[in-house]
Every structure is written in C-alpha cells, then in structure tokens.
C-alpha cells in the first residue's frame, strides 16, 4: 500500500509559478515511477510529469514542456511539481500517482496504482 497525500494547490495570476508537493509512504513506493496529472472541469485527467526516484524517466507533454518541472527529495520522500509561467488552461486539480513497480513513467492513468486526494490550482486572468 502507497499513500500519496498532495499540497500547495492555490490561486495564481497568470504567469506567476508554483511548486505542488506530494507526500508518499507506504511499502516499497521506490522501486515505483512517479508522475503528477490534472484533470480541468469536463476534461479528461492529463499526465503532465513522469520520473523514477533515481531522476531517469523523466518525461512532459509539449503542453508543459519547458515550464514545469517534476523532481524527487529522496530523503523526505517528496515529489514535486514546480510550475513556472503558468497560463488560464492550467487551471485544473493537480494529482501525484504512483506507477507500478519497475515500470516506466507512461502516460496512461490507468498505469498507475495509487494516486492522491489533488489539489485545486488556479491560474487567474
């Protein structure tokens, strides 16, 4: 069992930045990719970051390439999100998920075993 808890969702301007934090415990959650999703209103959930602990794997959409940027803190075993430059359509509630096992970051959800309560972003005209 993996438990994934997200913070530091909130109201943004435009082109202002952010850094979401996803807490994980549980049992063997490093040998696990991890990946941040969103999911905006009526809209299916997206992928938007992909790595390993180890720091390979990393992958974004060309959505968010260049302006987000997923990382790890293995010591206090967070994942972040830092999101720079943001724009109206990311507004959306951020997920962190966990993949299976010695698996690759997809970009699937369905890829992935366990996932977090989200965190509301909003990005603000």
């Known amino acids: 069992q993996v438990t994934l808890v997200e913070s530091g969702g909130r109201l943004v301007q435009a082109g202002g930045s952010l850094r979401l934090s996803c807490t994980v415990s549980?049992?063997?959650?490093?040998?696990?990719?991890m990946a941040w999703f969103r999911q905006a209103s009526g809209k299916e959930r997206e992928f938007v970051a992909g790595c390993r602990w180890s720091g390979t794997g990393t992958h974004y959409p060309d959505s968010v390439k260049g302006r987000f940027t997923i990382s790890t803190d293995n010591d206090k075993n967070l994942v972040y999100l830092q999101m720079n430059n943001l724009k109206p359509e990311d507004t959306a509630v951020y997920y962190c998920a966990a993949g299976r096992p010695y698996s690759n970051t997809n970009y699937a959800p369905n890829d992935y075993d366990y996932w977090g309560q989200g965190t509301q972003v909003t990005v603000s005209t």
């Open positions: 549980g049992r063997a959650f490093s040998t696990r990719p």
